[in-house]
């Protein structure tokens, strides 16, 4: 199995391609135009949902099926299409053109794989199997805490880890204070001060006591 190397993307003002026009392609145009990329979309049909998008203007719609030549210029393409000799083509050109692809479940044509995000705030986790099962990457996703999470889980088997991201103003409210004083604290500093206690105060919504435990951990520990 392929070892991936995980990044995330800076795709804002670049050309991205997708071919398809179904639920999959516009879940990743969705994505794609959230992220800031300039979209194409290459289909001779659409959604409702991918039809109104074009009509504002917010991606190109090409209403064909894809030629070679539709990943010229493009810096990212997704192929949300099951047509084999299609993917098979999308790939080739894609490689020529050195151009990022994801083949839509078809991992041994892919350039990259999209993992399975959970989002909170300001904090994006993205899980990932290298493509060997989506559902597992699913399963851990929605233990995490995402957005649709089974009726049949209790909630108390959740990991809370994707909790801290309501931590994350005040953690970096803190982090400037500290830099603005010319003092910084150890990474273990920070975890020490990242407890159970702390979360809970989190989740209360109590800020002002949040704020007050971590620069009284924190500030023990500062170099000047």
Same mark, same amino acid.
């Given at each position: 199995?392929?070892?991936?190397?995980?990044?995330?993307?800076?795709?804002?003002?670049?050309?991205?391609v997708?071919?398809?026009?179904?639920?999959?392609?516009?879940?990743?145009? /969705?994505? =794609?135009?959230?992220?800031?990329? #300039?979209?194409?979309? @290459?289909?001779?049909?659409?959604?409702? %949902?991918? *039809? !109104?998008?074009a009509?504002?203007?917010?991606?190109?719609?090409?209403?064909?099926?894809?030629?070679v030549?539709?990943?010229?210029? /493009?810096? =990212?393409?997704?192929?949300?299409? #099951?047509?084999?000799? @299609?993917?098979?083509?999308?790939?080739? %050109?894609? *490689? !020529?053109?050195?151009?990022?692809?994801?083949v839509?479940?078809?991992?041994?044509?892919?350039?990259?794989?999209?993992?399975s995000?959970?989002?909170?705030?300001?904090?994006?986790?993205?899980?990932?199997?290298?493509?060997?099962?989506?559902?597992?990457?699913?399963?851990?996703?929605?233990?995490?805490?995402?957005?649709?999470?089974?009726?049949?889980?209790?909630?108390?088997?959740?990991?809370?880890?994707?909790?801290?991201?309501d931590?994350?103003?005040?953690?970096?409210?803190v982090?400037?204070e500290?830099?603005?004083?010319?003092?910084?604290?150890?990474?273990?500093?920070?975890?020490?001060?990242?407890?159970?206690?702390?979360?809970?105060?989190?989740?209360?919504?109590?800020?002002?006591?949040?704020?007050?435990?971590?620069?009284?951990?924190?500030?023990?520990?500062?170099?000047?």
């Open positions: 199995m392929t070892d991936y190397y995980p990044a995330y993307l800076n795709i804002a003002g670049r050309r991205a997708v071919i398809g026009g179904g639920e999959v392609a516009e879940r990743k145009t /969705a994505q =794609l135009l959230a992220s800031g990329a #300039d979209v194409t979309l @290459v289909s001779p049909g659409a959604t409702p %949902e991918l *039809e !109104r998008i009509s504002e203007g917010r991606l190109r719609w090409v209403r064909r099926a894809y030629v030549g539709d990943l010229a210029g /493009a810096w =990212l393409a997704v192929a949300a299409t #099951d047509d084999p000799e @299609v993917q098979r083509s999308v790939h080739a %050109e894609a *490689e !020529r053109e050195k151009t990022l692809l994801n839509v479940d078809v991992a041994e044509l892919c350039g990259f794989i999209a993992p995000i959970v989002q909170r705030g300001p904090v994006t986790v993205a899980v990932s199997t290298g493509g060997a099962s989506p559902a597992l990457a699913r399963k851990i996703r929605e233990l995490m805490g995402g957005t649709q999470n089974p009726p049949h889980y209790d909630h108390d088997t959740f990991c809370r880890c994707i909790e801290w991201s931590a994350a103003d005040a953690l970096a409210d982090r400037a500290l830099k603005a004083q010319g003092r910084s604290a150890s990474p273990e500093a920070w975890q020490e001060a990242m407890d159970e206690q702390l979360l809970d105060l989190v989740r209360a919504g109590k800020d002002v006591e949040v704020r007050r435990r971590l620069r009284s951990a924190l500030l023990s520990d500062a170099e000047p």
